[in-house]
């Protein structure tokens, strides 16, 4: 089977499906890689490193479409918002797709794809079980994105973030709060503290104070029963406005003596929960940085914008909705493990052979036979 990998269309995004790396691993399973011209250039991985591990480019973006039997991307049509329609003319009845596409945040394009008799596969619903972990690019992303939050507020932040004794005073160091201990969250605090910050975190499940303070991190403790937070696949569950209410009522002074607040709080489809308000902004000194890393979905903090700089009463708010497209290279890496497991997991003696038993391809399918399959994007349609 021919794969075939596209350059990105999507504004911003310098990541790609699949660097040189990984090649291997497919060749020897029988698959033929097909790249399109400059795909990995802003990757760091140019034309000639792919032909050196067995790769051929193609001539034209259509080429590739369609001489592969199976496109994997970073951002399929669903997930390229301005661009993503213009590949809906390449594809063809029982081509596969796989990428990220938000099959939940735009589900009318899973029913534009399986319209066209295209197979596809949403990265955002590899399961998150163990035997899944290699595939899991949600998490793999969102590492990316915890420690990139840190780097941008230690660059906004008009102080340093490390203690310092020198012969010209203390220097104190930066507190940071991180709200939202998940992935993102857990490695925003890792990285903080690495460079030398006082960190607090909160977050609404419970279970993950132990993982805060394994990082040199504060558990902030609220007096509210979070004792219902957490859903049995791991996941905050929603909480209703009152229970919000009172979190930001008493995270209010933590956030009020913190240098950097940076957010991190989402619930699995739904929009993010606002956990700092414009009156919170007011009480931070000014110079204080917010970085939102929900902010794609809408942002926990009531004034942020997204891919904007917003500077309230001296705070500085930062909503980037693409982090991981800012370390491409890293990114890619980890992103083309997550896709060439999930292939090699799909693919038996050469060809893409669906087990629909298996709790991993049957919870990553969303459209198959013309029909959009998955239960979860079949209800929002
Ligand atoms: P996420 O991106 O959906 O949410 C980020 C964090 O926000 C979560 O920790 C969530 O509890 C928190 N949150 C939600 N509402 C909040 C609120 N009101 N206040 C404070 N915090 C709030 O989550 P994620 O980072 O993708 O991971 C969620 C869970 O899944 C974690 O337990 C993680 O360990 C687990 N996980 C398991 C696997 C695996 O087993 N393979 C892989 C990845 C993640």
């Given at each position: 089977m021919i794969i075939g990998v596209p350059k990105e269309l999507h504004p911003g995004e310098r990541r790609v499906a699949l660097v040189p790396g990984v090649l291997p691993s497919l060749t020897k399973a029988s698959l033929e890689v097909v790249i399109e011209r400059s795909a990995g250039g802003p990757a760091g991985f140019p034309d000639g490193a792919y032909v050196e591990k067995g790769a051929r480019i193609a001539t034209s973006r259509d080429q590739l479409f369609a001489d592969a039997e199976i496109i994997v991307q970073v951002r399929c049509p669903g997930a390229a918002k301005d661009t993503g329609h213009t590949d809906l003319d390449f594809l063809r009845s029982s081509q596969t797709i796989i990428g990220f596409s938000e099959p939940l945040g735009a589900p009318s394009m899973a029913y534009s794809i399986a319209e066209l008799g295209v197979r596809s596969f949403a990265m955002e619903l590899i399961p998150r079980i163990t035997r899944a972990q290699s595939m899991d690019a949600l998490s793999s992303m969102a590492t990316i994105a915890g420690y990139k939050a840190v780097l941008l507020a230690a660059e906004t932040l008009p102080r340093m973030f490390p203690m310092m004794m020198t012969a010209a005073g203390t220097i104190m160091p930066a507190r940071v709060f991180v709200v939202g201990a998940g992935v993102a969250g857990l490695q925003a605090i890792a990285s903080a503290r690495r460079l030398g910050a006082r960190v607090e975190a909160y977050d609404v499940r419970p279970a993950v104070k132990e993982q805060v303070e394994s990082l040199g991190a504060n558990f902030v403790e609220l007096p509210?029963?979070?004792?219902?937070?957490?859903d049995v696949g791991g996941y905050a569950k929603a909480q209703d406005e009152s229970f919000l209410q009172r979190q930001r009522e008493m995270m209010a002074r933590v956030v009020a003596g913190s240098d950097v607040v940076i957010t991190t709080a989402l619930i699995p489809g739904k929009t993010a929960p606002i956990l700092v308000t414009a009156e919170m902004v007011e009480k931070m000194e000014p110079g204080s940085v917010i970085v939102d890393l929900a902010a794609e979905r809408g942002g926990n903090c009531a004034l942020t914008k997204a891919d904007k700089i917003v500077v309230a009463d001296g705070v500085t708010i930062l909503g980037p909705s693409n982090l991981p497209a800012t370390v491409p290279y890293h990114a890619s890496q980890m992103y083309a493990k997550n896709i060439s497991t999930l292939l090699l997991h799909l693919i038996d003696n050469g060809t893409l052979t669906?087990?629909?038993?298996?709790e991993i391809t049957v919870g990553t399918l969303v459209t198959h036979d013309g029909q959009v399959v998955h239960p979860r994007v079949k209800e929002l349609l």
């Open positions: 509210i029963d979070t004792s219902e937070s957490e669906l087990d629909l038993d298996d």
